[in-house]
């Protein structure tokens, strides 16, 4: 979220995440290129979501964001 500097001087910000600790976390994963890349989601959900420390809501999500030189870049 972007608040212009203006709001911080003229207007009552208020930061509504309280004393929640959880994160979301933005992890890029890197698949040889000619891989499946509904294996590759199919497999990244399945590790995550088996991990203890993960929360069930908001749900975990894995998405295709590009090629790169030496991979397909996913972001989970």
Same mark, same amino acid.
């Given at each position: 979220?972007?608040?212009?500097?203006?709001?911080?001087?003229?207007?009552?910000?208020?930061?509504?995440?309280?004393?929640?600790?959880?994160?979301?976390?933005?992890?890029? +994963? #890197?698949?040889?290129?000619? @891989?499946?890349?509904? /294996?590759?989601?199919?497999?990244?959900?399945?590790?995550?979501?088996?991990?203890?420390?993960?929360?069930?809501?908001?749900?975990?999500?894995?998405?295709? +964001? #590009?090629?790169?030189?030496? @991979?397909?870049?996913? /972001?989970?």
């Amino acid at each position: 979220m972007l608040i212009p500097n203006k709001d911080f001087i003229t207007e009552r910000v208020v930061n509504w995440t309280g004393p929640d600790e959880s994160t979301r976390l933005l992890l890029p +994963v #890197g698949a040889a290129h000619g @891989s499946d890349i509904a /294996r590759v989601h199919q497999l990244l959900l399945e590790a995550v979501r088996g991990h203890a420390d993960i929360q069930p809501t908001p749900a975990p999500s894995v998405y295709f +964001v #590009g090629m790169r030189e030496s @991979s397909l870049l996913t /972001r989970l």
